[in-house]
């Protein structure tokens, strides 16, 4: 079920409302929207899981305001969705962009109502090259294949970008569906939010992540290099890395079965434990 959620004058967020059971909430990459999940969402229902899918201001079906698209914005978006829906005990899953507002949400809002975290390709910790991180995109090359780029021709941008996308040349079919879904996005919305990407530095995030965390990430991923899981992993305790050996940027195509087969690991075995500390705790109270 989809609906709309005011996140602040003027401005509404559409979230996609799916199944019954622990919630997982799904944040997209750039410049996509919730749609990109379908093969999650077609799947995780029918093992006891709510799937809630949120477009990003300025993408998909949400409104594009002409401002604020940091990740701190993005993030308290985020928080206001989980507010409304009165959300608990969920775990939130980000994929590359929005791996990147999963890590700042959790680090902005303490990790409200986020029992688990999933980074899957995440555009962190720095999603750029800086003067002391010598991994990533070259700024320079960015801003002028994709910032520039889109400002020009988009639609060009985007085919050059799903070229990318998976282990070897996007399926024509698949590279028309993705950047259908990319064009539904508001230009300026995709412009200002890629020059967050370029800008934000999440390094200082990753150690206020408290919550069991598992990473995916492609081994032959052209666009957030691999490195960037191992440097993520590292700085977030706990946290367990899976690399997909077969898999470029989109894991969830060139893998499909072995992601959703990981992912469903991983939620339940956090959703027993979570339901084992519920009980733990419910045979204390009781004493």
Known sequence: MGRYIQVEENVKIYVEDIGEGTPVIFLHGWPAN????????????????????????GF????????????????????TVIDELGVTGATLFGFSMGGAVAIR???????????????????????TKRDDFDYGMNPEEFTEQMIVAAFEDRPKMLTKLGLQFTKTKTKAGMMIWLQ?????????????????LREEDLRSDLSKIKVPTVIFHGAKDKICEPNLAKLTSEAIAGSRLIMFEESGHAMMFDEQAKFNEELLLFLNTE???????????????SK
């Not at 990109?36 to 709510?50: D, H, I, K, T, V």
């Not at 879904?181 to 939010?193: D, E, F, I, M, N």
């Not at 959703?271 to 109270?285: F, P, Q, S, T, Y």
Request: contains cysteine; charged residues 25%; negative net charge.
């Open 105 to 127: 949400y959790m680090a902005r809002h303490n990790g409200h109502e986020i029992k688990s975290l999933v980074l899957a390709g995440a555009a962190a910790p720095v999603f």
């Open 180 to 196: 259908s879904l990319c064009l539904q996005a508001s230009h300026h919305g995709t412009v200002k939010a890629a020059l967050s």
């Open 34 to 57: 919730h749609k990109m999940f379908e093969y999650q969402f077609s799947r995780l229902p029918a093992n006891g899981y709510r799937c809630i899918g949120i477009d990003f201001r």
């Open 60 to 79: 998909g079906k949400s409104d594009a305001p002409w401002e604020s698209y940091s990740y701190d914005r993005l993030a308290d978006d985020v928080r």
């Open 271 to 285: 959703d027993l434990l979570h339901r084992g500390e519920d009980i733990e705790h419910e045979n204390a109270v």
